[in-house]
């Protein structure tokens, strides 16, 4: 068993199949890369002048930072466990699985240095911390407890593609805390395993005011499933946070309370 998954010798069809959707994967994060931001506005490589935005602050509040943290988190992750349940053993899904999630992060800064936005190291930085923390995870079980989600909800109603570039009201990046796997063996009984902790942070009102939340979080893996087929997409879908009851906090406004929190 490979975290979950079988090794399987040899080109199976399902090994194929993962090697097809990494690499499809891979194609078409960087075609669209270059349609959103790149395309007509090549110009010299430049750095961006961090006057205006530097790390966590600036005009979108620094939300753009945690997200870059998470996309290149997220899609490290999915990428190795696609390839686990593909079949390869786990030293080949880390290191495609790094190199990919690397590979990820720069080349959208490089498109950067030629566009007007400019190629911002303080962006690759939260890419390279997002692809290192998912390959600890995969290293180190205790930090599978703390786990970083995602939710997105437009208050324009459903895009397609979603917009997350620009409404960044519409995001929350989470951090979920697994409250059994922490608990004393004797206490653990009393925490459902499948209910989490989380706190969220992303903007409100037009990316002008910071906002926080504090709620729970379903975590989907906690239901055991034996078949790998669905083992698969249930990791892909605990990326993303449901909605749950929360408390809301933007910043110079009264804290409020909401049944099924979603942006």
Not at 11 to 40: C, E, F, H, P, Q
Not at 121 to 134: E, I, K, M, N, P
Request: with cysteine; glycine share 8%.
């Amino acid at each position: 068993m490979t975290d979950g998954f079988h090794r399987v010798e040899g080109w199976t069809t399902r090994k194929i199949l993962a090697t097809s959707i990494v690499g499809s994967v891979m194609l078409i994060t960087a075609y669209d890369s270059y349609n959103t931001w790149w395309k007509g506005a090549e110009k010299p490589f430049s750095f961006i002048q961090h006057n205006e935005e530097n790390w966590l602050t600036g005009p979108h509040q620094g939300v753009d930072k945690p997200g870059h943290f998470f996309g290149s988190y997220a899609l490290t992750k999915s990428l190795r466990n696609v390839m686990l349940w593909g079949g390869m053993d786990r030293s080949t899904a880390f290191w495609w699985a790094a190199g990919f999630g690397l590979w990820n992060g720069l080349q959208i800064e490089i498109g950067d240095g030629f566009s007007p936005y400019g190629f911002d190291y303080q962006d690759l930085v939260f890419d390279v911390s997002g692809v290192a923390y998912a390959l600890l995870q995969s290293e180190i079980p205790a930090l599978e407890n703390f786990n970083f989600k995602f939710s997105y909800w437009s208050k324009t109603g459903i895009q397609s593609p979603a917009n997350f570039t620009q409404d960044y009201d519409a995001m929350c990046i989470w951090l979920t805390v697994n409250v059994h796997n922490l608990l004393p063996t004797a206490m653990q009984s009393y925490w459902p395993e499948f209910l989490q902790l989380a706190v969220g942070y992303g903007v409100a009102d037009d990316q002008t005011r910071r906002k926080f939340a504090i709620g729970l979080d379903f975590n989907l893996e906690a239901f055991n499933l034996h078949n790998e087929d669905l083992l698969l997409p249930q990791r892909i879908v605990n990326l993303l946070h449901l909605p749950a009851p929360a408390i809301r906090i933007v910043e110079d406004k009264h804290p409020n309370y909401e049944l099924f929190f979603t942006k």
